[in-house]
């Protein structure tokens, strides 16, 4: 990759492609669409973002599109194929082109982590996989994590993704409940030799979060809940 603007960077990660990936409910749509959102009015190379989700959460990235479009980047969504098993076109060549960078909303499931391990085999040297974490979402403890992290990952042909901690309970999240949830998460991180990418907080929170936090911090806009 050269230097004109195809790799991009959140907070000392480096890639071409970034994929979320992560449980229904942990966040990684808002992640996502802020990330993309982020680094499309940074300008360089144009961003496309894909919406991958073929499941049915309650949120999902397709409700920003227009925040995403305003930003300059190309939004991907496959809706003339509802909730078929079928990608939106151009994925794989969109993976492997070094002159645009991707941002991959994936649906938190295996079926769907298994849908992106069909266009990875030529781009996976370009692409960073970024796990989200809830740990006030239900079904969030230890065992619970790790054996969706194992399956999720495994069906998307990845391999060693970086957490990112996503402790909120909404709208109303208070620093306490960061600092409580994100606390609970590096334990289990340190027990199972995980790595830790980011932390992320509501905007409203990102000053007093960065001033606590021992890690990186990112800041959310809330695109797709009240909040």
């Not at 606390?183 to 340190?190: M, N, Q, S, T, V």
């Not at 990418?197 to 960065?210: D, G, H």
Request: proline share 5%; hydrophobic share 40%; with cysteine.
């Amino acid at each position: 990759m050269t230097d004109s603007g195809e790799v991009c960077s959140f907070r000392g990660l480096q890639a071409k492609n970034y994929v979320f990936l992560g449980p229904s409910g942990s966040g990684k749509s808002e992640i996502a669409l802020n990330l993309a959102i982020r680094a499309a009015c940074g300008g360089g190379a144009p961003v496309h973002f894909f919406d991958m989700d073929q499941t049915k959460p309650l949120f999902r990235s397709r409700e920003a599109r227009d925040a995403v479009e305003r930003s300059g980047a190309v939004f991907h969504s496959g809706l003339e194929f509802l909730d078929s098993p079928v990608l939106p076109d151009g994925v794989s060549e969109y993976l492997r082109d070094e002159g645009v960078r991707c941002f991959l909303d994936m649906g938190g499931s295996v079926s769907g982590a298994r849908s992106l391990g069909q266009c990875l085999p030529d781009a996976g040297g370009l692409t960073r996989a970024l796990y989200v974490v809830n740990v006030y979402r239900p079904f969030s403890d230890e065992r619970c994590f790790l054996g969706d992290l194992s399956a999720i990952t495994a069906a998307a042909r990845l391999s060693s993704p970086c957490i990112v901690s996503n402790p909120n309970l909404g709208g109303e999240t208070t620093l306490e409940d960061v600092k409580k949830g994100h606390g609970r998460l590096l334990e289990i991180l340190e027990r199972n030799g995980l790595s830790l990418a980011f932390l992320t907080v509501r905007a409203p929170l990102l000053e007093a979060a960065s001033a606590w936090a021992d890690c990186p911090v990112e800041g959310l806009a809330l695109r797709l809940s009240a909040g």
